[in-house]
């Protein structure tokens, strides 16, 4: 007869916690045993190079191996090979009280699809969290990503977790390194999971922290603005556009004068500059906008957009800014032709032009590029 499938599958990624593993793995027996839990346990090595692997077989467990290095690629070989309904995850180096298994999976069998600690409502030991990681990084990253994905998640990069085998299946989790935290996360809110935050706490972790505080913290940052093109781009772009266009306006239609300094039309090239660069991050956020909903699932919001901006219309506004530019091109150039191509200053005029005409062919191609990313994937 063959055995049962387990319910609960606990999830360890493991890099060389030798110190650390074996008291975890006899914290999570004894949790098993104690609330007559069906359960698996899955150490994964990520290379280790101590003794972790002999005491994963020591301590009887299933043991399997991810040879592509970093966390988040070890975390998918486990949560993928696992067999439960209920998945938990957290890491082998002592930090997390075990005990609390119960209580994330009694809220996965409450209803909720994914459950994560917060250590801040729980006791962190005095040393078990560095001063900066502490009132720093992570509450920085953790604000941002609220504010970027509005959410109240307090804790969102604790690394005690739990979710159903269904949730996951829905996440399409790819990130391989550390922000493979920040994108559970984030996925879990853009698939619109039900999501639960309990307190826990957090001790001081056993053996070497492999924790790199700026690049991992970069990692994460970087992701969140990837998966977040309104603060990526369009914010930036919009504050940038209206900078430079009214900076443009203002010097073109006179000689603006700021404590005794008068300014001619030299500054007008900043000004154009912030105008291009702000209009191609704007376009850039719809960009990202369209790729994110036909090509990762993301819930559709444009779809009243797309409805009036065709590649026709947004061509006929491209053409509709390039040919003022040549107008204004044309009567610069009739006018030093009549001149007898002397000496000529038609500075703002030429600004103006070149601007119009860039904006116009950046419409136009950007329709084009937009229409390919609408092509939904397989």
Known sequence: MENPKPEISVVLPCLNEEDGLGFCLDDIKKVIKDNKLNAEVIVVDNGS??????????????LIHEKEEGYGAACLKGLYSAQGKYLFLADAD?????????????????????????????????????????????????????????????????????????????????????EFASEMVIKAIKSELKIKEIPINYYERKGRSKLKTFADGWRHLRFMLLYSPLFLFFIPGIILFVLGMSSMLWMYLGTPEILGIKFHYHPMFLSALLVI???QLIIFSLFAKTYA????????????????LTI???????????????????????????????????????????????????????????????????
């Not at 990503?145 to 159903?164: E, S, V």
């Not at 990762?296 to 009243?304: M, Y």
Request: proline fraction near 2%.
């Open 293 to 308: 909903v036909t090509h990762l699932g993301e819930k559709a919001t444009l779809n009243d957009l797309y409805k009036y």
């Open 277 to 279: 660069t702000g209009y």
């Open 94 to 178: 002592g930090t997390y009280d075990f005990h609390e298994v119960p209580k994330f999976i009694e809220q996965l069998r409450k209803g909720y699809d994914f459950v994560i600690g917060s250590r801040f409502e729980g006791n962190i030991g005095k040393t078990a969290m560095s001063w900066s990681h502490k009132y720093i990084g992570n509450p920085l990253l953790s604000g941002t990503l609220r504010l970027f994905f509005k959410t109240r998640i307090r804790d969102t990069h604790c690394g005690m977790r739990a979710l159903t085998k269904d949730a996951l299946d829905k996440l399409n989790l790819r990130a391989k390194g550390m």
């Open 312 to 378: 026709e219309k947004a061509g006929i506004a491209g053409i509709l800014m390039v040919i003022p530019g040549i107008i204004i091109y044309i009567l610069i150039f009739s006018k030093w032709l009549n001149g007898g191509f002397g000496e000529l200053i038609e500075i703002k005029n030429s600004i103006v032009a070149l601007t119009l005409i860039i904006m116009g062919i950046q419409t136009i191609f950007s329709s084009f590029m937009l229409s390919i990313l609408g092509i939904k994937g397989e």
């Open 49 to 62: 190079t101590d003794k972790s692997c002999q005491i994963a077989i020591e301590k009887q467990v299933r």
